[in-house]
Structure formats: C-alpha cells, structure tokens
C-alpha cells in the first residue's frame, strides 16, 4: 500500500514538472504578433495591426478570431494560395499552431 501511494505521489510530482504545465501557460499573442522571431507580422501588417506596409495587404485587427486563425493556417499549409500569398507564407514555418491561436485570439480583440 505504501509503495503505492509513493508510486502515485512520484507520478504525480513528475507530471507537473513535465511539458504539459508550460504548454497550460497562455501564450501571449501580443508579444507574439510583435516579435521579429516569431514572424515579424508588424513589419507587414502594422504595429497596430490596421496600418498595413501596403495598401493590398490586410488589416488584422478586429477580424473574427476564428477566421484569422484559419486564414494562418491555410497559407502555412498552402491550402490559400494567391498572388499575395507568396509574402507571408515565407515566415509561418516560424510559428506552430499554439501560437497561431494565441495571435488570432489576441488579434481579434482588437479595436478594427
Ligand atoms: C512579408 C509580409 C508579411 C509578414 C511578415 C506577415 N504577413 Fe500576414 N499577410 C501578408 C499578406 C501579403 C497577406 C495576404 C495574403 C493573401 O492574400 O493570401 C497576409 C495575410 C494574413 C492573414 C489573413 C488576413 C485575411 O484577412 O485573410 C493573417 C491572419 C495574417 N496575415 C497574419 C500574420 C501574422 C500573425 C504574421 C506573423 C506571424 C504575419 N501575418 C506575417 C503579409 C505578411
């Protein structure tokens, strides 16, 4: 019985201190959105998110999370694939799909 419970106190030590617990952390979209290693999204899309590089890339801010979160997904995969495309898709190696969410949620709330 003993053996037990420190089997069962040892396992749950080692679970705590394991990977889940960092991953149950937010990600902060903001300090994402705004971080050159994760993509450098502002030097395209603005600091603010709606003050593009280029009158025909799009403003970010204020857009529906569930859709922005889509739209990364798709161009990271190539599944959306235009004439702008090319631009971004050369950086979205750089963020995983935690971090996507983290920037779209972050995005979305947003003043547009
Ligand atoms: C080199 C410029 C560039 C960088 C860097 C860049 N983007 Fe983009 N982004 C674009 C362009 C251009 C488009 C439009 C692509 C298209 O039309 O398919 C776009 C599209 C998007 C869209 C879809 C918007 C919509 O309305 O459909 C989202 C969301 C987005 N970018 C987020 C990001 C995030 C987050 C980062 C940083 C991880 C980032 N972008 C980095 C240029 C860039």
Do not use: W
């Not at 204020?62 to 235009?82: F, P, T, V, W």
């Amino acid at each position: 019985m003993r053996t037990k419970s420190v089997f069962a106190a040892t396992l749950a030590v080692s679970m705590m201190s394991a990977g889940p617990v960092v991953q149950a952390e937010a990600l902060d979209g903001a300090a994402l959105y705004a971080n050159p290693g994760k993509g450098g999204c502002t030097a395209c899309h603005g600091k603010d998110a709606k003050s593009p590089l280029m009158n025909t890339y799009p403003k970010l801010a204020g857009q529906n999370e569930g859709y922005l979160l889509q739209q990364m997904k798709d161009i990271q995969s190539g599944a959306r694939n235009n004439g702008m495309t090319a631009a971004m898709k050369g950086v979205m190696h750089l963020v995983n799909d935690e971090e996507m969410a983290a920037i779209a949620k972050y995005l979305s709330g947003l003043t547009p």
